[in-house]
Structures are given as structure tokens and as C-alpha cells.
């Protein structure tokens, strides 16, 4: 069982920029998808980027430009740049995982970190 630990969020003012982490652990595991979701109070979850096995990546429309995922295969671990904050960023970030593991696929969430943006 993977199990995933964000870390980097926090307060920023607006225009500021933050570093999301996210590190995943665990047994005789091959990451597909890594991803970055986030929830803002009284919202849905929304998908925020994502990056596959081979450094494909998808983002949200409305967060094209200023944010950007990357991944570091040897440490299991991807980071969302969050540049150009606006206050409507404000949301709890969260990390997900898709893996196969004993010959089937699996997902797994982070706790998530709260990033909040003022104005």
C-alpha cells in the first residue's frame, strides 16, 4: 500500500508563489499518475495537474501558465509551482496516485495541505 505526505503550503499573499511536495512510500510499487487536486470550502474537488509515467501532463484551463508539476522518479516524489496566487486559490491541495502494485492498479490520497492566498 502506497501512502502519500504533502508538504509546502501555507499563506502567501496574492502574486506570491509557493512549492507543493509530495512524496510517496511503500512496497514493490510502480507509479502510473501522479496528480495534484485541490478543494476550496463549499466546492467540489477539482483535478489542478496531473503527470503520467512518461512526463505527459494535463492541467486545469483556468490554471494554465501559472502553475506547473514536475516529478523526481528516483525519489517518488512531485511538486506543484504555484505561481501568480489570487486569492481564489485558496483551497486544500491534494496529492493522488495511481499504481500498480501485485499485478493490479490501485490510488491513493495524500492528507492534503491547506494553501491560502490573501489579497
Known amino acids: 500500500q502506497v501512502q502519500l505526505v504533502e508538504s509546502g503550503g501555507g499563506l502567501v499573499q496574492a502574486g506570491g508563489s509557493l512549492r507543493l511536495s509530495c512524496t510517496a512510500s511503500?512496497?514493490?510499487?510502480?507509479?502510473?499518475?501522479m496528480s495534484w487536486y485541490r478543494q476550496a470550502p463549499g466546492k467540489q474537488r477539482e483535478l489542478v495537474a496531473s503527470?503520467?509515467?512518461?512526463?505527459?501532463?494535463n492541467y486545469a484551463d483556468s490554471m494554465k501558465g501559472r502553475f506547473t508539476i514536475s516529478r523526481d522518479n528516483a525519489k517518488n516524489t512531485v511538486y506543484l509551482y504555484l505561481n501568480s496566487l489570487k486569492p481564489e486559490d485558496t483551497a486544500v491541495y491534494y496529492c493522488?496516485?495511481?499504481?500498480?502494485?501485485?499485478?493490479?492498479?490501485?490510488?491513493?490520497w495524500g492528507q492534503g495541505t491547506q494553501v491560502t492566498v490573501s489579497s
Open positions: 511503500g512496497v514493490n510499487f510502480r507509479i502510473n499518475t
Open positions: 493522488y496516485c495511481y499504481y500498480s502494485a501485485t499485478f493490479s492498479f490501485h490510488s491513493a
Open positions: 503527470m503520467t509515467s512518461d512526463d505527459s501532463t
